[in-house]
């Protein structure tokens, strides 16, 4: 079965991150875009995750991973090179709930990162459901560069005229319109 594509809501919600290696940086400087409600643990960390931690204020515990420390969080990201503690680590999740993302076995996974385009409210997600990470980075940067340059700035307009006109046929049949010339316009289609 495939990974479902879908845009989690993280306001209020604890993400835990153990390890503070190169693959943790990524995972950490990506959920930033996100949310900065994300905790660290490790015994060593990189400079780079330390100045997520110092810029950030982020809550950071230096030791290893104890049993239980998963408890209270909704997503755990498991970025350690150690697949034994990948592997424990998500057969706690499952029995506290969390989701959990382990960095080098989708089998540990239950969700996986995707590469993505964040453009203002626009974010467009790529992934391969695991079978090769770097074919969705490059798809990405080559879909990137296809972009219009004020895309974000038109979704804010579309956005405004949706909240502000009455709802109904006439809006719907506005808005479709507006979005349809502006793709025909940028793309040709
Ligand atoms: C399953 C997944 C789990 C997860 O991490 O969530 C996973 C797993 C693994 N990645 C590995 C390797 C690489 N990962 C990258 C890059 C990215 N990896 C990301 C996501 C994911 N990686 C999830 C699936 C995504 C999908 O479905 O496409 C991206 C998209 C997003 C992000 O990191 O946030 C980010 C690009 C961001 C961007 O720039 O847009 C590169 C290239 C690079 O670093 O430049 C390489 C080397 C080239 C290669 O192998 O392809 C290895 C082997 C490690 C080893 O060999 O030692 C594993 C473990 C395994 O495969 O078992
Ligand atoms: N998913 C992805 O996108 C990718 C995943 N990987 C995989 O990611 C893994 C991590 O790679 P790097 O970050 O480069 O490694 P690294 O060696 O730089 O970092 C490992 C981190 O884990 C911490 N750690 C080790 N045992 C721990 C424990 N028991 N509790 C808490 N923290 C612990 C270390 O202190 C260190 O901060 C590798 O196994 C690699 O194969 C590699 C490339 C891409």
């Not at 060593?44 to 110092?54: L, Y």
């Not at 150690?82 to 506290?96: H, P």
């Not at 959990?100 to 969700?111: P, R």
Request: charged content about 25%.
């Amino acid at each position: 079965m495939s990974f479902f594509p879908a845009y989690l809501k993280l306001d209020n919600k604890k993400i835990l991150v153990v390890g503070g290696g190169k693959i943790a940086g990524d995972k950490i400087s990506h959920l930033l875009d996100f949310t900065h409600n994300i905790t660290i643990i490790a015994p060593e960390i990189d400079e780079r995750v330390q100045e997520f931690i110092t810029t950030h204020s982020l809550p950071y515990h230096k030791r290893s991973y104890q049993t239980g420390d998963v408890e209270g969080f909704f997503i755990v990201i498991v970025a350690v090179d150690d697949l034994e503690v990948q592997k424990t680590i998500y057969e706690e999740c499952q029995k506290y709930g969390a989701l959990c993302n382990a960095v080098d076995s989708v089998e540990y996974c239950d969700f996986i990162f995707p590469s993505y385009i964040k453009k203002g409210e626009l974010i467009i997600a790529f992934s391969t459901s695991g079978a090769s990470p770097a074919l969705s980075k490059y798809l990405r940067r080559a879909i990137e560069k296809l972009l219009p340059a004020n895309i974000a700035s038109f979704l804010q307009e579309l956005k405004t005229l949706r909240a502000t006109l009455p709802k109904g046929k006439e809006r719907m049949e506005l808005l479709d319109k507006k979005a349809k010339e502006y793709i025909q316009k940028h793309f040709k289609g």
